[in-house]
């Protein structure tokens, strides 16, 4: 469907993208993911020419979009895409956001054009929003009725450009359960995404990328389990902590536990094992640590399963686990995880908590 050939980007005297080729095949949904800065976007926008490739060829059904002669607009039709900031038109009600492609571009007549916008609404959970503007709906909202803006042009191919990325924590599942539906009918889809659980789940293929182009490739177990580049394993590695400055006991508690439960759900963690990590994490920096700043570490072990939190603060050795003060909180997490401990080193006090 899709093939890239030594693809080149440069932005002055910085590349990119250098000598990028692979190819993208009908039904295939792929996910490029990448530290930040590595060209995920870059590689996107000129899959479609909203940048201008310096070299190498993108043959679209067998066509070079990137030839003088190709007809970009037509072949840029079958291709849709999804942008991080909605781009909706503010003085458009949602429905005529909907229509004003297939009116203008495929000459559609108006009724068609309003039926199957209704049908593209409904398949994303909008329906009842066709006739409201888009500072009436939220974040999640606009997002969906942008993916029903780009489903009505009746694209092969979706490309998402980090389609969650400008959302709060709260409206991310709408739309990924969104594109969850899309690709269960086999869309083409390629998708720059931070949400691991996602790729891992509906990807036929994940790309990771760096040192300017794919640095390696392959299915979604291949990368998430077993993958073979030192970049790769080490991205991969990091994606597995989490950590948070704790600012005594006075910190933001809610968006703590947002963030939390949004890096355990990216690790595929059960709703019992979230609210676990939850409730530990809660007891341990509200009730058990002194208030002061403290430094909160969960890691997960993709060989053994485990799951630990750490917190450690800078005071002279205490233990804060034996203060008869929090004897209930202490076994409110005792009971809760495998483990419990504490060590003093390096000047820190370190409560550890296995799960």
């Not at 993208?17 to 949904?29: A, F, H, M, P, Y």
């Not at 790309?207 to 991969?236: A, L, V």
């Amino acid at each position: 469907m899709i093939k890239i050939s030594g693809l080149t980007k440069s932005f002055g005297d910085l590349t990119v993208l250098q000598n990028v080729s692979t190819e993208i095949g009908k039904g295939e949904i792929i996910s490029i993911i990448g530290p930040s800065g590595c060209g995920k976007s870059t590689f996107m926008r000129c899959i479609n020419l909203l940048e201008q490739p310096a070299a190498g060829e993108i043959l679209v059904d067998g066509e070079n979009i990137l030839d003088k002669r190709a007809d970009v607009n037509r072949l840029r039709q079958k291709m849709g895409m999804v942008f991080q900031s909605f781009n909706l038109y503010s003085h458009l009600m949602i429905i005529e956001n909907i229509m004003i492609g297939p009116r203008k571009l495929l000459k559609i007549p108006l009724q068609q054009a309003f039926d199957e916008g209704m049908k593209y609404l409904e398949m994303v959970g909008l329906a009842g929003k066709a006739y409201a503007y888009p500072d009436e709906l939220s974040g999640g909202q606009k997002q969906r009725a942008a993916i029903a803006r780009t489903l009505a042009m009746k694209p092969e191919i979706v490309l998402f450009d980090e389609p969650t990325s400008a959302l709060d924590p709260t409206m991310v599942g709408e739309v990924l359960a969104v594109m969850r539906k899309l690709a269960s009918e086999r869309l083409t889809m390629l998708i720059v995404t931070h949400e691991m659980k996602f790729a891992r789940d509906v990807s036929t293929r994940v790309f990771y990328m760096d040192e300017q182009g794919i640095y390696e490739e392959g299915s979604p177990s291949q990368i998430f389990d077993h993958p073979q580049r030192p970049k790769t394993r080490s991205f991969i590695h990091k994606i597995r902590s989490f950590t948070y400055t704790i600012e005594g006991k006075n910190f933001d508690l809610y968006a703590f536990n947002a963030q939390l439960e949004q890096f355990l759900k990216g690790q595929m963690f059960t709703e019992k094992k979230i609210n676990t990590a939850l409730l530990i994490s809660e007891e341990l920096l509200c009730n058990l640590l002194p208030d002061i700043q403290s430094e909160y570490t969960l890691e997960y072990s993709d060989a053994t399963g485990e799951t630990t939190i750490e917190a450690a603060y800078v005071k002279e050795a205490e233990n804060p686990l034996t203060a008869e003060e929090h004897s209930l909180s202490f076994m409110m997490v005792e009971k809760s995880a495998k483990a419990v401990s504490y060590r003093f080193e390096n000047h820190k006090n370190i409560v550890k908590v296995t799960i």
